[in-house]
Protein backbone atom coordinates (compact mmCIF):
# COMPACT_ATOMS: atom_id res chain seq x y z
CA UNK A 1 0.00 0.00 0.00
CA UNK A 2 2.69 2.30 1.22
CA UNK A 3 4.50 1.90 -2.80
CA UNK A 4 1.08 2.15 -4.08
CA UNK A 5 1.21 5.81 -2.08
CA UNK A 6 4.07 7.19 -3.85
CA UNK A 7 2.58 7.27 -7.72
CA UNK A 8 -0.74 9.22 -5.90
CA UNK A 9 1.34 11.87 -4.48
CA UNK A 10 3.77 12.46 -7.93
CA UNK A 11 2.87 14.28 -10.77
CA UNK A 12 1.51 11.30 -12.24
CA UNK A 13 -1.51 11.17 -9.77
CA UNK A 14 -3.11 13.65 -12.18
CA UNK A 15 -2.74 11.69 -15.07
CA UNK A 16 -6.18 10.05 -15.83
CA UNK A 17 -7.23 6.41 -17.32
CA UNK A 18 -8.13 6.70 -20.72
CA UNK A 19 -7.89 9.54 -22.20
CA UNK A 20 -7.04 12.87 -20.99
CA UNK A 21 -10.34 14.48 -22.17
CA UNK A 22 -12.87 11.53 -20.56
CA UNK A 23 -14.67 12.34 -17.51
CA UNK A 24 -15.82 9.45 -15.11
CA UNK A 25 -18.75 7.20 -16.64
CA UNK A 26 -20.29 6.53 -12.83
CA UNK A 27 -20.52 8.58 -9.34
CA UNK A 28 -17.89 8.52 -6.80
CA UNK A 29 -20.48 6.36 -5.05
CA UNK A 30 -21.24 4.30 -7.59
CA UNK A 31 -17.41 3.28 -8.58
CA UNK A 32 -17.29 3.07 -4.97
CA UNK A 33 -19.57 0.42 -4.81
CA UNK A 34 -19.33 -1.34 -8.00
CA UNK A 35 -15.64 -2.02 -6.48
CA UNK A 36 -17.05 -4.49 -4.24
CA UNK A 37 -18.44 -6.38 -7.13
CA UNK A 38 -15.48 -7.03 -8.36
CA UNK A 39 -14.74 -10.11 -6.32
CA UNK A 40 -12.24 -8.81 -4.58
CA UNK A 41 -11.24 -10.01 -0.67
CA UNK A 42 -9.05 -10.62 2.01
CA UNK A 43 -8.14 -13.98 2.33
CA UNK A 44 -8.36 -15.08 6.57
CA UNK A 45 -5.13 -16.66 6.39
CA UNK A 46 -2.18 -15.08 8.06
CA UNK A 47 -0.16 -17.64 8.17
CA UNK A 48 0.35 -17.29 4.53
CA UNK A 49 1.14 -13.46 3.96
CA UNK A 50 4.17 -14.23 3.23
CA UNK A 51 3.95 -17.44 1.24
CA UNK A 52 4.36 -18.10 -2.60
CA UNK A 53 0.82 -19.77 -2.05
CA UNK A 54 -0.62 -16.65 -0.44
CA UNK A 55 0.68 -14.38 -3.67
CA UNK A 56 0.21 -17.24 -6.45
CA UNK A 57 -3.69 -17.34 -4.63
CA UNK A 58 -3.64 -13.50 -5.33
CA UNK A 59 -2.16 -13.08 -8.92
CA UNK A 60 -5.13 -15.52 -10.47
CA UNK A 61 -7.24 -13.21 -9.02
CA UNK A 62 -5.87 -10.14 -10.92
CA UNK A 63 -7.12 -10.87 -14.68
CA UNK A 64 -10.72 -10.29 -14.13
CA UNK A 65 -10.56 -8.04 -11.05
CA UNK A 66 -8.09 -5.41 -12.69
CA UNK A 67 -10.03 -5.40 -15.92
CA UNK A 68 -13.07 -5.14 -14.26
CA UNK A 69 -11.81 -2.45 -11.95
CA UNK A 70 -10.01 -0.74 -15.15
CA UNK A 71 -13.28 -0.78 -16.66
CA UNK A 72 -15.49 1.05 -14.51
CA UNK A 73 -12.51 3.40 -13.50
CA UNK A 74 -12.02 5.15 -16.86
CA UNK A 75 -11.89 9.03 -16.77
CA UNK A 76 -10.44 8.82 -13.07
CA UNK A 77 -6.92 10.13 -12.13
CA UNK A 78 -4.55 7.63 -10.73
CA UNK A 79 -4.79 9.06 -7.74
CA UNK A 80 -8.39 8.75 -6.86
CA UNK A 81 -8.23 5.10 -8.70
CA UNK A 82 -4.88 4.71 -5.88
CA UNK A 83 -7.25 5.75 -3.00
CA UNK A 84 -10.16 4.32 -4.07
CA UNK A 85 -8.79 0.71 -5.31
CA UNK A 86 -5.89 0.43 -2.53
CA UNK A 87 -6.05 2.81 0.28
CA UNK A 88 -9.38 2.92 1.66
CA UNK A 89 -9.60 -0.82 1.43
CA UNK A 90 -6.51 -1.76 3.19
CA UNK A 91 -7.80 0.93 6.10
CA UNK A 92 -11.37 -0.79 6.51
CA UNK A 93 -9.34 -4.24 6.56
CA UNK A 94 -6.81 -2.78 9.16
CA UNK A 95 -10.84 -1.86 11.22
CA UNK A 96 -12.07 -5.35 10.33
CA UNK A 97 -9.31 -7.36 11.53
CA UNK A 98 -8.28 -5.44 14.53
CA UNK A 99 -11.96 -6.02 15.72
CA UNK A 100 -12.55 -9.29 14.70
CA UNK A 101 -9.18 -10.28 15.61
CA UNK A 102 -9.16 -8.44 18.97
CA UNK A 103 -12.50 -10.01 19.87
CA UNK A 104 -11.24 -13.77 19.32
CA UNK A 105 -7.79 -13.20 20.74
CA UNK A 106 -9.94 -11.83 23.62
CA UNK A 107 -12.51 -14.92 24.07
CA UNK A 108 -9.56 -17.29 23.38
CA UNK A 109 -7.87 -15.54 26.72
CA UNK A 110 -10.80 -16.13 28.90
CA UNK A 111 -11.03 -19.44 27.65
CA UNK A 112 -13.20 -19.98 24.50
CA UNK A 113 -11.41 -23.31 22.60
CA UNK A 114 -11.31 -21.11 19.40
CA UNK A 115 -7.72 -22.89 18.40
CA UNK A 116 -9.57 -26.21 17.91
CA UNK A 117 -12.23 -24.33 15.89
CA UNK A 118 -9.52 -22.69 13.21
CA UNK A 119 -7.68 -25.91 13.10
CA UNK A 120 -10.91 -27.39 11.16
CA UNK A 121 -11.29 -24.67 8.69
CA UNK A 122 -11.26 -20.64 8.90
CA UNK A 123 -15.06 -20.45 8.23
CA UNK A 124 -15.82 -22.82 11.24
CA UNK A 125 -13.26 -20.03 13.55
CA UNK A 126 -15.51 -17.18 12.45
CA UNK A 127 -18.63 -19.21 13.45
CA UNK A 128 -16.76 -20.39 16.45
CA UNK A 129 -16.32 -16.83 17.18
CA UNK A 130 -19.54 -15.43 16.49
CA UNK A 131 -21.03 -18.13 18.56
CA UNK A 132 -19.56 -16.09 21.78
CA UNK A 133 -21.22 -13.13 20.98
CA UNK A 134 -24.75 -11.44 21.42
CA UNK A 135 -27.16 -12.02 18.64
CA UNK A 136 -25.59 -15.13 16.97
CA UNK A 137 -28.72 -16.34 14.79
CA UNK A 138 -28.64 -12.88 13.64
CA UNK A 139 -24.89 -12.73 12.53
CA UNK A 140 -24.63 -16.40 11.34
CA UNK A 141 -27.65 -15.61 8.80
CA UNK A 142 -25.71 -11.95 7.74
CA UNK A 143 -22.66 -13.49 7.16
CA UNK A 144 -23.89 -16.89 5.02
CA UNK A 145 -25.94 -14.30 3.03
CA UNK A 146 -22.65 -11.82 2.75
CA UNK A 147 -20.56 -14.79 1.30
CA UNK A 148 -23.30 -15.70 -1.02
CA UNK A 149 -23.28 -12.14 -2.26
CA UNK A 150 -19.56 -12.36 -2.53
CA UNK A 151 -19.24 -15.84 -5.17
CA UNK A 152 -22.23 -14.31 -6.73
CA UNK A 153 -20.93 -10.59 -7.35
CA UNK A 154 -17.46 -11.99 -7.76
CA UNK A 155 -18.86 -15.04 -10.48
CA UNK A 156 -20.80 -11.95 -12.24
CA UNK A 157 -17.94 -10.05 -12.52
CA UNK A 158 -15.43 -12.93 -14.33
CA UNK A 159 -18.31 -14.05 -16.18
CA UNK A 160 -18.47 -10.28 -17.71
CA UNK A 161 -14.36 -9.77 -17.96
CA UNK A 162 -14.27 -13.12 -19.90
CA UNK A 163 -16.95 -12.37 -22.39
CA UNK A 164 -14.84 -9.04 -22.85
CA UNK A 165 -11.51 -10.99 -23.63
CA UNK A 166 -13.98 -13.30 -25.61
CA UNK A 167 -14.64 -10.65 -27.92
CA UNK A 168 -11.66 -9.20 -28.51
CA UNK A 169 -11.80 -6.54 -25.83
CA UNK A 170 -15.67 -5.17 -26.47
CA UNK A 171 -16.36 -3.42 -23.27
CA UNK A 172 -19.77 -4.56 -23.99
CA UNK A 173 -20.07 -8.17 -24.67
CA UNK A 174 -22.87 -10.38 -25.80
CA UNK A 175 -25.47 -11.36 -23.09
CA UNK A 176 -24.73 -14.68 -24.51
CA UNK A 177 -21.30 -14.79 -24.25
CA UNK A 178 -21.52 -13.83 -20.71
CA UNK A 179 -23.85 -16.43 -19.69
CA UNK A 180 -22.41 -19.00 -21.77
CA UNK A 181 -18.65 -18.21 -20.18
CA UNK A 182 -20.27 -18.50 -16.08
CA UNK A 183 -21.73 -21.31 -17.15
CA UNK A 184 -18.43 -23.25 -18.46
CA UNK A 185 -16.92 -21.52 -15.34
CA UNK A 186 -19.59 -23.13 -12.79
CA UNK A 187 -19.05 -26.55 -14.59
CA UNK A 188 -15.42 -26.59 -14.07
CA UNK A 189 -15.62 -25.36 -10.75
CA UNK A 190 -18.16 -28.28 -9.84
CA UNK A 191 -16.00 -30.43 -11.37
CA UNK A 192 -13.47 -29.85 -9.42
CA UNK A 193 -15.42 -29.83 -6.39
CA UNK A 194 -16.82 -33.40 -6.88
CA UNK A 195 -13.09 -34.72 -7.58
CA UNK A 196 -11.11 -33.54 -5.10
CA UNK A 197 -12.91 -31.01 -3.16
CA UNK A 198 -12.12 -27.38 -2.13
CA UNK A 199 -8.41 -28.40 -2.34
CA UNK A 200 -8.35 -28.88 -6.26
CA UNK A 201 -9.77 -25.85 -6.75
CA UNK A 202 -7.17 -23.86 -4.72
CA UNK A 203 -4.43 -25.55 -6.57
CA UNK A 204 -5.72 -25.18 -10.08
CA UNK A 205 -5.98 -21.50 -9.37
CA UNK A 206 -2.50 -21.17 -7.55
CA UNK A 207 -1.01 -22.93 -10.97
CA UNK A 208 -3.07 -20.87 -13.33
CA UNK A 209 -1.49 -18.09 -11.45
CA UNK A 210 2.12 -19.15 -12.48
CA UNK A 211 1.92 -18.21 -16.09
CA UNK A 212 -0.17 -13.93 -15.04
CA UNK A 213 3.48 -13.98 -12.95
CA UNK A 214 5.60 -13.00 -15.82
CA UNK A 215 2.27 -11.11 -17.45
CA UNK A 216 2.01 -8.71 -14.23
CA UNK A 217 5.89 -8.06 -14.65
CA UNK A 218 5.36 -6.87 -18.52
CA UNK A 219 2.35 -4.66 -17.20
CA UNK A 220 4.60 -3.18 -14.68
CA UNK A 221 6.97 -2.27 -17.25
CA UNK A 222 4.30 -1.06 -19.47
CA UNK A 223 2.79 1.28 -17.16
CA UNK A 224 6.19 3.02 -16.09
CA UNK A 225 6.58 3.87 -20.53
CA UNK A 226 3.13 4.68 -20.52
CA UNK A 227 3.90 7.07 -17.70
CA UNK A 228 6.99 8.85 -19.18
CA UNK A 229 5.24 9.07 -22.39
CA UNK A 230 2.04 10.67 -20.64
CA UNK A 231 2.24 14.67 -21.08
CA UNK A 232 1.53 15.50 -17.39
CA UNK A 233 1.86 19.27 -17.70
CA UNK A 234 -0.92 19.67 -20.34
CA UNK A 235 -3.10 22.94 -18.34
CA UNK A 236 -6.47 22.23 -17.63
CA UNK A 237 -8.32 24.49 -20.12
CA UNK A 238 -5.99 23.08 -22.89
CA UNK A 239 -8.07 19.43 -21.52
CA UNK A 240 -11.59 21.35 -21.95
CA UNK A 241 -11.13 22.39 -25.05
CA UNK A 242 -9.53 19.33 -26.32
CA UNK A 243 -12.53 17.35 -25.32
CA UNK A 244 -14.73 20.12 -26.54
CA UNK A 245 -13.55 19.25 -29.68
CA UNK A 246 -13.91 15.70 -29.76
CA UNK A 247 -17.72 16.35 -28.58
CA UNK A 248 -18.14 18.72 -31.74
CA UNK A 249 -16.24 15.93 -34.24
CA UNK A 250 -18.98 13.39 -32.76
CA UNK A 251 -21.70 12.61 -35.34
CA UNK A 252 -25.32 14.23 -34.07
CA UNK A 253 -27.84 12.03 -33.61
CA UNK A 254 -31.27 12.27 -33.05
CA UNK A 255 -34.87 11.94 -34.18
CA UNK A 256 -34.02 15.20 -36.92
CA UNK A 257 -30.46 14.21 -37.85
CA UNK A 258 -30.15 11.67 -40.71
CA UNK A 259 -26.81 9.55 -39.85
CA UNK A 260 -23.89 10.10 -42.41
CA UNK A 261 -24.26 6.11 -43.84
CA UNK A 262 -27.36 7.48 -44.81
CA UNK A 263 -27.22 10.33 -45.96
CA UNK A 264 -24.44 8.96 -48.38
CA UNK A 265 -26.61 6.67 -49.45
CA UNK A 266 -29.20 8.92 -50.85
CA UNK A 267 -26.47 11.28 -52.66
CA UNK A 268 -27.39 11.03 -56.23
CA UNK A 269 -24.53 8.56 -58.73
CA UNK A 270 -23.39 9.53 -61.88
Request: some cysteine; glycine content about 12%.
Given at each position: MLL???????????????KDTERPEFSTASWVAMMFSAGTRTMPLPQLISSPNYWAWWISWTPFVGTFIARISRGRTIREFIVGVIVAPSLVSVVWFAILGGTALNQEMHGA????????GEEAGLFATLQHLPWFSITSVLVIVLVGLFFVSGADAASVVLGMLSCRGSTSPGRAVVVL????????????????????VKQVAIIAAFPFLFVMIGLCVSLVKALRADPTDIPEPAREQERDADA????????GVMPAEALADTQPTS
Open positions: AVVPACSRFGSVRLGDLASAVAQRGALTGLVAAVLLMARGLEAADEPRQGP
